[in-house]
């Protein structure tokens, strides 16, 4: 009911910047919280950066300061603005978004398919 596609992913040397996209289509009612994860190879997927309705931001102590979230609820779509991108930033990004699809529906997760995201030093 909820499809995310997410775009923008790519390589880039150490200190290079990338923005990610993802875009929410589908049957939406409402968006609550939008934002992205991350997930090294054997290590666990981890919260980068969230964004909610009213547009409070949160983001992980690692790339505070160097990444920017925003959203545009016009178009249901969520950004990841990274800048200044470390070797340790390599990992696949997912976006995901908290939403109901009828206004008497529970909020659920929905999640993207993910994108590479490749930092060389």
């Known amino acids: 009911q909820v499809q995310l596609v997410e775009s923008g992913g790519g390589s880039v040397q150490a200190g290079g910047s990338l923005r990610l996209s993802c875009v929410a289509s589908g049957t939406i009612f409402s968006i609550n919280a939008m934002g992205w994860y991350r997930q090294a190879p054997g290590q666990q997927r981890e919260l980068v950066a969230k964004i909610i309705s009213g547009g409070s931001t949160d983001y992980a102590d690692s790339v505070k300061g160097r990444f920017t979230i925003s959203r545009d609820n016009a178009k249901n779509t969520v950004y990841l603005q990274m800048n200044s991108l470390k070797p340790e930033d390599t990992a696949a990004y997912y976006c995901?978004?908290?939403?109901?699809?009828?206004?008497?529906?529970?909020?659920?997760?929905?999640w993207g398919q993910g994108t590479q995201v490749t930092v060389s030093s």
């Open positions: 995901y978004v908290d939403g109901k699809v009828t206004m008497e529906s529970w909020s659920r997760r929905y």
